[in-house]
């Protein structure tokens, strides 16, 4: 298909491009580990204050991080114009934005699969108890930072304080979906298996990553061109 060979191609394009310079991945990383090292100094880890809060510390530096990435992810084609080039390509900006999305995604994945190691030594969790769920959540929560933190990526391409602009506008938008990320990892972190009202958390997890996904892929081309 015409729309999947586009959306793979610039997807494959931004994640060469980070995999190049590494400046995105590298400040997101170094960030979250600074977080988790100054938390861990701050709150005992033994405690049960923490293993209460462990999931909102995750998903607090998970998102803090995230902004790092989102926020290179449409001023990288400013120089040269490359994004009026982009647009003016025969690529639609709906496989421009979910290309941008998938790259987005990869690399938040990965910042947090190398966070999760540290965090269980730091604080002494044991979170491959519910390896399978917990994943899933880890899925569907950052799918949600990413599809909205790229659409507002190119909302404010051309402000000259984006960098402060995108976490102001982003955040508001997540707290359901940052909500339910805390309350599922912070349950199977500790090991208890979901009980009945603890799926409803699931579907809005899901819920929210269809509905804005769709709405992204909707309103991108007024988002792009005006």
Not at 25 to 51: C, K, W
Not at 65 to 71: K, M, P, Q
Not at 127 to 148: E, G, K, M, S, Y
């Amino acid at each position: 298909m015409r729309f999947a060979r586009h959306v793979a191609a610039i997807a494959g394009k931004d994640l060469r491009a980070e995999i190049r310079t590494k400046e995105g991945f590298n400040a997101a990383l170094a960030f979250a580990v600074v977080i988790l090292i100054l938390f861990s100094f701050a709150i005992d880890p033994t405690s049960e204050q923490m293993r209460e809060m462990s999931g909102g510390l995750l998903w607090i530096v998970f998102a803090f991080a995230g902004a790092l990435v989102l926020n290179r992810s449409f001023p990288r084609e400013t120089p040269n114009d490359s994004l009026d080039v982009l647009l003016a390509s025969p690529v639609s900006p709906p496989a421009l934005l979910l290309g941008k999305t998938i790259a987005n995604f990869v690399i938040l994945i990965a910042i947090e699969s190398l966070c999760l190691p540290l965090f269980g030594i730091l604080y002494n969790m044991d979170w491959t108890r519910q390896p399978a769920l917990l994943a899933a959540t880890l899925l569907l929560a950052t799918w949600a930072i990413t599809v909205i933190g790229t659409v507002f990526s190119a909302l404010t391409v051309n402000l000259r304080l984006r960098e402060l602009m995108l976490p102001v506008l982003i955040y508001p938008m997540l707290i359901p979906a940052l909500m339910a990320a805390m309350k599922l990892t912070t349950l199977l972190i500790a090991g208890a298996p979901p009980e009945p009202g603890d799926w409803l958390w699931f579907r809005l997890l899901i819920g929210f990553d269809i509905i804005f996904t769709l709405l992204a892929q909707a309103l991108v081309e007024t988002v792009l061109l005006g």
